[in-house]
T-cell receptor, first 113, second 114 residues
Framework: DQQVKQNSPSLSVQEGRISILNCDYT??????FLWYKKYPAEGPTFLIS?????DKNEDGRFTVFLNKSAKHLSLHIVPSQPGDSAVYFC????????????FGTGTKLQVIP | KAGVTQTPRYLIKTRGQQVTLSCSPI?????VSWYQQTPGQGLQFLFE???????NKGNFPGRFSGRQFSNSRSEMNVSTLELGDSALYLC?????????????FGPGTRLTVL
């Protein structure tokens, strides 16, 4: 049972344009959400997070939006750069429970120069 | 400050064998989590250790086990390897279990089971 879903396995975007990565979750207990970026042969690195009490969080070119009623979050990257090409994982967390941090299956972003 | 290190980086084993993977967390981090990454499955949580105690365990068979030492270093063991155990095993450390946005991952150990 995949509680965090990233339905797009891949995404291609032109350099300078906006990249939008989507993530859906099913467990309403989740109260904290994170995005990670992963390059080949490296572990994931933390990118940005959002608490369920907010609906938006920005950090430079990266903005995460949370729609709790729809159980949906998205990561916007503006403007996209070739160095952003990586696999992006969304993850959800609530303190307690069987699984601590639940990850999605990842979306591979390719930014075309 | 040195990052999370994992050894070995690559491992090839045959079915039925057992394997031990090692993880050294960032200095000062006392929480260590292990994940399995396979194509199409994302990162699946294996277990989490904090102060030498297993705090959480994911939905994996008992062949998967782990431990944490007093210096916060952690090992995971997989016994009676199966072909489906081929995966990237990632270790992550954080200062304490609740500080997930300060969780840093190691580069992983790529395990291939033949």
């Amino acid at each position: 049972d995949q509680q965090v879903k990233q339905n797009s396995p891949s995404l291609s975007v032109q350099e300078g344009r906006i990249s939008i990565l989507n993530c859906d979750y099913t467990n309403s207990m989740f109260d904290y959400f994170l995005w990670y970026k992963k390059y080949p042969a490296e572990g994931p690195t933390f990118l940005i997070s959002i608490s369920s009490i907010k609906d938006k969080n920005e950090d430079g070119r990266f903005t995460v939006f949370l729609n709790k009623s729809a159980k949906h979050l998205s990561l916007h990257i503006v403007p996209s750069q070739p160095g952003d090409s990586a696999v992006y994982f969304c993850a959800a967390f609530y303190d307690g429970g069987y699984q601590k941090v639940t990850f999605g299956t990842g979306t591979k972003l390719q930014v075309i120069p | 400050k040195a990052g999370v290190t994992q050894t070995p980086r690559y491992l090839i084993k045959t079915r039925g064998q057992q394997v031990t993977l090692s993880c050294s967390p960032i200095s000062g981090h006392r929480s260590v989590s292990w994940y399995q990454q396979t194509p199409g499955q994302g990162l699946q949580f294996l277990f989490e250790y904090f102060s030498e105690t297993q705090r959480n365990k994911g939905n994996f068979p008992g062949r998967f086990s782990g431990r944490q030492f007093s210096n916060s270093r952690s090992e995971m063991n997989v016994s009676t390897l199966e072909l489906g155990d081929s995966a990237l095993y990632l270790c992550a450390s954080s200062p304490t279990p609740d500080r997930v946005n300060e969780q840093f991952f190691g580069p992983g150990t790529r395990l291939t089971v033949l």
